[in-house]
Each structure stands twice: as structure tokens, then as C-alpha cells.
């Protein structure tokens, strides 16, 4: 089955600590983002990467990092520097030549207390 | 102005009516535009993809594109209750890389 999986669905974290999201997908994409989503709001671009070993800030880039080793996959790791980190993160791959057509991941629901 | 404004709603429809989703955009020269439907709880889902001026049918769903005024609207013919979502509008606007900019989204309620 071809798609992107995102591990775990859930993950709680106590604050201070780094955690590390998981991004993964078998469509053979080129490009490759994450978004966060906060309760009544739309979508904000956290990273993406259009090829291997480079990516590019989005609009909320602060207290978060990401790296891009294999195009497969797209760790997203969210420091103690990001002040408000409770939020569902998606993960989101585009084709080559597609005019920016995304798709969804199941997503990663994290909470930090 | 935001770049991409959407009703919030909640929109409510009765079951078997067509339903009017709204977007505008502040772009003039945005050039890819979608529609993603998020059910509660889940990830947003591509529904709809419409790149040029006027309409575009797929099913019950039809898109509508116009630049000159900068919206584009979906329409869901027969609406069902399984319709009941959250719906994204996303744009691709100039000079924003290869990337898209999301609306906040409008709540359809579809009731029996």
C-alpha cells in the first residue's frame, strides 16, 4: 500500500523535553511538509523540503527542526524552545510537477504538560 | 486581510440540498487551488484541484474558479450527512515557493 504514515498517533511529552515526530512515505513524492493545527484554525506551515539534504522555513519555523537524509522521510523534531507545542501535526507530501497538490498523513496529536 | 479568508460557519444544510462552500484570496495571480475535506479528529483529504477559470465537476462535487474576482467555491450536490466536515480552501499564492496557504476553514452540517 502506497502512502505517508506518521508514528505514533499520539505522544505526550512533559515540557522542557525534546520530542522527535515521525514522517514517513512510499509514494516516491518529491516534496515534503509539516503543518501544525491548533483548535479553530486553518493549517500553518511549520518546514518543507523539496529535495534531499535541503528545507526551507516556513511561517512558524521557531522551536522546531527537521532533516531530510532520505526522500522517503522527514523527521520533525520539536524543541523546549517552542513555547506553545501542544497541537496536531500533519505531515504532507507533494509529486514532482504537480502544482503544489498535497496530501495528508494521518497526523500526530502531541500533548505537553 | 488574510491571503485566504473562508467563512467559519457552521453551515447547515438539509440532506438532498446543494451546499455553497465560499473562498477568496488575495493573490491576483495565484495559479493552483484546492479543496480539502477534514473530518473531526482526522487529516485533511484532497477532494478537489481546479487550475483555470470557470467549472469543474467530479461527482456531487463542483469547483468554481474565478480569478478575475479571486474566489473559488464548492458545491455538493445532494448533500449527504457522511458530508458533515470541516472544509479547507488552499491557494497557492505568488512568490510563496512551492508551497500552499490554508483557509481556516468552514463547518457544513448536513441534517436529517
Known amino acids: 500500500d502506497g502512502g505517508i504514515t506518521q508514528s505514533p498517533k499520539y505522544l505526550f511529552r512533559k515540557e522542557g523535553q525534546n520530542v522527535t515526530l515521525s514522517c514517513e512515505q512510499n509514494l516516491n513524492h518529491d516534496a515534503m511538509y509539516w503543518y501544525r493545527q491548533d483548535p479553530g484554525q486553518g493549517l500553518r506551515l511549520i518546514y518543507y523540503?523539496?529535495?534531499?539534504?535541503?528545507?526551507q522555513k516556513g511561517d512558524i519555523a521557531e522551536g522546531y527542526s527537521v532533516s531530510r537524509e532520505k526522500k522517503e522521510s522527514f523527521p520533525l523534531t520539536v524543541t523546549s524552545a517552542q513555547k506553545n507545542p501542544t497541537a496536531f501535526y500533519l505531515c504532507?507530501?507533494?509529486?514532482?510537477?504537480?502544482?503544489?497538490?498535497?496530501?495528508f498523513g494521518p497526523g500526530t496529536r502531541l500533548t505537553v504538560t | 486581510q488574510k491571503e485566504v479568508e473562508q467563512n467559519s460557519g457552521p453551515l447547515s444544510v438539509p440532506e438532498g440540498a446543494i451546499a455553497s462552500l465560499n473562498c477568496t484570496y488575495s493573490?491576483?495571480?495565484?495559479?493552483?487551488f484546492f479543496w480539502y475535506r477534514q473530518y473531526s479528529g482526522k487529516s485533511p483529504e484532497l477532494i478537489m484541484s481546479i487550475y483555470s477559470n470557470g467549472d469543474k465537476e467530479d461527482g456531487r462535487f463542483t469547483a468554481q474558479l474565478n480569478k478575475a474576482s479571486q474566489y473559488v467555491s464548492l458545491l455538493i450536490r445532494d448533500s449527504q450527512p457522511s458530508d458533515s466536515a470541516t472544509y479547507l480552501c488552499?491557494?497557492?499564492?505568488?512568490?510563496?515557493?512551492?508551497?500552499?496557504?490554508f483557509g481556516t476553514g468552514t463547518q457544513l452540517k448536513v441534517e436529517l
Open positions: 504532507a507530501s507533494s509529486p514532482r510537477g504537480a502544482l503544489y497538490e498535497q496530501y
Open positions: 493573490d491576483r495571480v495565484s495559479q493552483s
Open positions: 488552499a491557494v497557492s499564492l505568488t512568490g510563496g515557493g512551492n508551497k500552499l496557504t
Open positions: 523540503s523539496q529535495i534531499v539534504n535541503d528545507f
